[in-house]
């Protein structure tokens, strides 16, 4: 596609649930980021892939977060047992090669947790 | 680790004239990038310029330009004739290794 997309836009969730969020990356782009953003705030790193290896998930909250990425183009980004402290718009981004790159962005998932 | 830091919640400028966003950073990376990206209102994050820290020489790009200051551990944004759709959220950050950090944004009105 023309861009990184993901889906899905938005998303409601029990707390206690499991969600999964994928990302779409533009076709090509080696790296691929993960990004938290809370209203109101910034972007805050939550893990970098280069291909399908995940070499920096420093920035996971928690064990109850984890990303895949197998195939070294789309990602999935799992979080279990929802918080309404997880509730934020969880944005994905990949870049061609480096990851000093510029980063292309998705329009991000809005995650609800009620 | 990495920081950023931007002071200035809101700014705004009137159409047609020029305006300074400030960043400054923290960082203990020898090799480091330094960006500015734009969100727009319900829009995707874009990025507006990109500086390596190796170069003494600030980016440019159209009318956006840096005032890079290495030792202060400075990156300014200067957003020469202004225009209606340069209202955005600014975001200054940094990249090292594999880890990307954001400020906390300046909202940036444009006045007709």
């Known amino acids: 596609g023309a861009g990184v997309s993901q889906s899905p836009r938005y998303k409601v969730a029990k707390r206690g649930q499991d969600v999964a969020l994928r990302c779409d990356p533009i076709?090509?782009?080696?790296?691929l980021f993960w990004y938290q953003q809370a209203l109101g705030q910034g972007p805050e790193f939550l893990t970098y892939f280069q291909n399908e290896a995940q070499l920096d998930k420093s920035g996971l909250p928690s064990d109850r977060f984890f990303a895949e990425r197998p195939e070294g183009s789309v990602s999935t980004l799992k979080i279990q047992r929802t918080q309404q402290e997880d509730s934020a718009v969880y944005l994905c981004?990949?870049?061609?090669?480096?990851?000093?790159?510029?980063?292309?962005f998705g329009p991000g998932t809005r995650l609800t947790v009620l | 680790a990495q920081t950023v830091t931007q002071s200035q919640p809101e700014m705004s400028v009137q159409e047609a004239e020029t305006v300074t966003l400030s960043c400054t950073y923290d960082t203990s990376e020898s090799d480091y990038y330094l960006f500015w990206y734009k969100q727009p209102p319900s829009r995707q994050m874009i990025l507006v310029i990109r500086q390596e820290a190796y170069k003494q020489q600030n980016a440019t790009e159209n009318r956006f330009s840096v005032n890079f200051q290495k030792a202060a551990k400075s990156f300014s944004l200067k957003i020469s004739d202004s225009q209606l759709g340069d209202a955005a959220m600014y975001f200054c950050?940094?990249?090292?290794?594999?880890?990307?950090?954001f400020g906390t944004g300046t909202s940036l009105t444009v006045i007709p």
């Open positions: 950050a940094i990249g090292g290794g594999n880890q990307f950090y």
């Open positions: 981004a990949s870049s061609f090669r480096d990851p000093q790159n510029e980063q292309f």
């Open positions: 076709s090509g782009h080696v790296s």
